[in-house]
């Protein structure tokens, strides 16, 4: 059922007020926010906030409504979770309700820089941080556009408000509600700015592959002579940071479309994680930190106001968000041809992955399939130290339809374009966590430039006799020890039982995957 008359003329009579801002520019919607007692100024010039008790996604609150269009495509379980119609028109009424009696803001722009796919939002918010949260991640409309400008998706964001679960049939007193039928989106409960810039992801992921677009959860950043690379990963594993090279051209830092003609940025911002961040390790992310930014849960100095980046008494998901203009050299439009690599990257706790491997078009399939990596803390609600996940195709929170469909957008597309595919790890490196030390990111970044520009492949390759992909045995810039796992381990038996517990893992995941080719099968891991 799409969005009746009287659902939209309701919507537009609480749009209708006086106490509704549309369109506000940066400057005013810091000071709304100001005003408003939302935040702080940092010293950097970033707009500084607390999300409250949720400092990362949702996931178990986040919902789907069942409806007859969508029913049979989705891939309904514990990520796609159902919601009633019934019980979404409640929610959307109690939504309205809430809203209605409080100044708004409102932020009409685009999902997708490419002009023949993008999709026009909407969204409605109860604070003014949030409103420039998504002024500045997604894509920001010209004057000329404005007065066209109509909405296909609209987020309605009330923070402030709590479901009741016995009544609205729901876990919880948050809710992140998806109807792909009356394109709404409910965001309620929860302060944490990314669930709006997620579920326009989610929606993307359901939308694209019907018009034979793959979306995907990647960074993508562009060289001087045009060729392409895409960084696959899950939080935390590095797509923003080692997307950000000071010698190339910075697509985006998330979220993707590759279409007949190339690649596409969905957004016209960056979402970085900062925990740790330094002017020396990541420049161009530390400058693009100003004002105009904002900061989500970073410590301040009391006196100054001065940002402390180490400190993770907050969570050690502190973010940062900024347009992606704000990345010195960012390649506007945020478009690019066909990829010529493909990066896989995983934060490996068990410390037993190479720091790069090379994978053949099965094991592509295989690995992106699975998703492999540690989830890090803070990410979500609850985590609180690495745990082991397989996250199908880098991105399973934000996928309505099955893997499969993905995965084989993905397979075509290495296939038609000779796509070299890299798994690197940028976990750890001489034990599992809590022994071992987190990868070097100076020599993470030469391994990835060595892949990039192709030098890998003049060195010699060794299978993995576990995991069976292949394994350089000399990069420029990296010591040549740390290229094979086991040589950085002093305990040489604890290496092979993490190895084969994590082989194990990866099968017993594989094992719910029972549409694809044996080849894929067969590209696993030997148990």
Known sequence: MKMT???RRQLEEVLARESVHYQLSVPRLVEKAIAREEGVLAANGA???STGKFTGRSPKDKYIVYEPSVADHIAWGSVNQEMSQASFDKLYEKVLDYLNDRELFVFD???GTDPNYRLPIRIVNEYAWHNLFVHQLFIRPTEEEL???SAEFTILAAPGLKANPSIDGIRSDTFIAISFEKKVVLIGGTEYAGEMKKSIFSVLNYVYPFKGIFPMHCSSNIGVNGDVALFFGLSGTGKTTLSADPDRHLIGDDE???TETGVFNFEGGCYAKCIGLSREKEPQIWEAIR???VLENV??????GKTDYNDNSITENTRAAYPIEYISGARIPSLGGHPEVILFLTADA?????????LNKDQAMYHFLSGYTSKLAGTERGVTEPEVTFSACFGAPFLPLRPSVYAELLGKNIEKHRVRVYLVNTGWSGGAYGTGKRMNLAHTRAMVTAAINGSIEQAEYNQDPIFGFSVPSHIQGVPNDILIPKNTWENKAAFDLKASDLATRFAKNFEKFDDVSEGIRLAGPSV
């Open 5 to 7: 008359n009287t659902n």
């Open 47 to 49: 707009f500084s906030v």
């Open 109 to 111: 722009g685009f999902a």
């Open 147 to 149: 007065t066209t400008h």
């Open 256 to 258: 993707h479309g590759w």
């Open 291 to 293: 004002f105009g930014s």
């Open 299 to 304: 410590v301040l100095e009391a006196n100054t």
């Open 350 to 358: 068990s410390g037993v992955l190479p720091p790069i491997a090379k």
